[in-house]
């Protein structure tokens, strides 16, 4: 799905809209399935805008990739949900 690979990018490159644009992509995916899941990765997307902003480098790749898994996760319930 084209809102997953947009995703990734978003955890690629952060920033401090990140956070405002995937909710607002996430908003037209939610579902009682994906509530949680949305949420958890909205979160960890968070720690890393701010990790991202605020933390030495040696930190940036650990919290891209909890971020990245998560998403993963959100990905299998959507396709389990669709």
Not at 43 to 69: E, G, I, S, W
């Amino acid at each position: 799905m084209e809102i997953f690979e947009r995703l990734e990018a978003l955890i690629d490159a952060p920033g401090a809209e990140t956070v405002d644009e995937a909710r607002s992509m996430l908003r037209q995916f939610e579902s009682v399935v994906t509530a949680d899941a949305i949420h958890q990765f909205l979160l960890d997307l968070m720690t890393l805008v701010f990790v991202v902003d605020a933390a030495l480098q040696n930190y940036h790749a650990p919290v891209r990739k909890l971020v990245k898994v998560r998403l993963a996760m959100l990905k299998m319930l959507g396709e389990a949900s669709a």
